[in-house]
């Protein structure tokens, strides 16, 4: 008969255990506490980078302010009147303007540059065929509903540094031009068979002096 009963042996075997575990030291790290080394860790730790922060989710909060300088006051094509005649003229023409009935007529802007031989042949001027290189606008209005014989004497034109105004029995047109021009130069063309007038117009630009 056993001196040690199977109670006892189980006991005995719970003991031997304890043991087992207990062996091992507190200050030997467990492979769960050594860390794992890899081709990255090789050198000089990299600096930690901040976390960002996460942007709202309200598309408002994405708008940046605008940086942009604001732009200086453009010079006014036509100045307020300092005398007592630009006054009155300027009141008379805008009296006109606001009970004339006549209608408006019809227009076309084009534009058009002076090409010699030296500019088709050997490019010397370096024009290209952008506006930019047009010495010249050339502004056609149509006058198709007036009689025949209406000539060029009949017909009013003003011509200012931005503007063209046009009159005839039956039409009237005000024109802001897109560039500034030289009205002391330029010529005027009264078509009679297309009952049109061509107006050549000089053009005054800031970059002129580099297209041309």
């Not at 006549?102 to 042949?121: C, F, G, H, M, N």
């Not at 502004?139 to 509903?145: D, H, K, M, P, Y």
Request: aromatic letters at 6%; proline letters at 8%.
């Amino acid at each position: 008969m056993s001196l040690l009963g199977g109670e006892n042996i189980r006991l005995l075997q719970k003991l031997f255990k304890a043991d087992d575990d207990g062996s091992s030291s507190d200050d030997e790290p467990t492979a769960q506490d050594v860390p794992q080394l890899g081709p990255g860790d090789i050198g000089e730790p990299a600096a930690q980078k901040p976390k960002s922060k996460k942007h709202p989710t309200d598309p408002a909060e994405h708008v940046k302010p605008c940086s942009y300088a604001p732009l200086a006051p453009d010079t006014q094509p036509n100045p307020e009147p300092s005398t007592l005649e630009q006054w009155e003229a300027q009141q008379l023409h805008q009296d006109r303007a606001l009970f004339d009935s006549r209608k408006q007529p019809d227009y076309r802007l084009s534009y058009r540059q002076t090409v010699a031989t030296e500019d088709i042949y050997l490019q010397m001027n370096c024009k290209t065929p952008a506006t930019a290189s047009c010495e010249s606008m050339v502004v056609e209005v149509f006058l198709t509903a007036e009689d025949d014989s209406v000539g060029i004497h009949q017909i009013e034109l003003e011509v200012q540094e931005q503007r063209v105004t046009v009159g005839s029995p039956r039409y009237r047109l005000e024109l802001t031009l897109p560039h500034r021009i030289n009205p002391d130069r330029g010529n005027a063309a009264w078509l009679s068979d297309q009952k049109t007038l061509r107006l050549t117009l000089v053009m005054v630009r800031e970059l002129d002096f580099v297209n041309f």
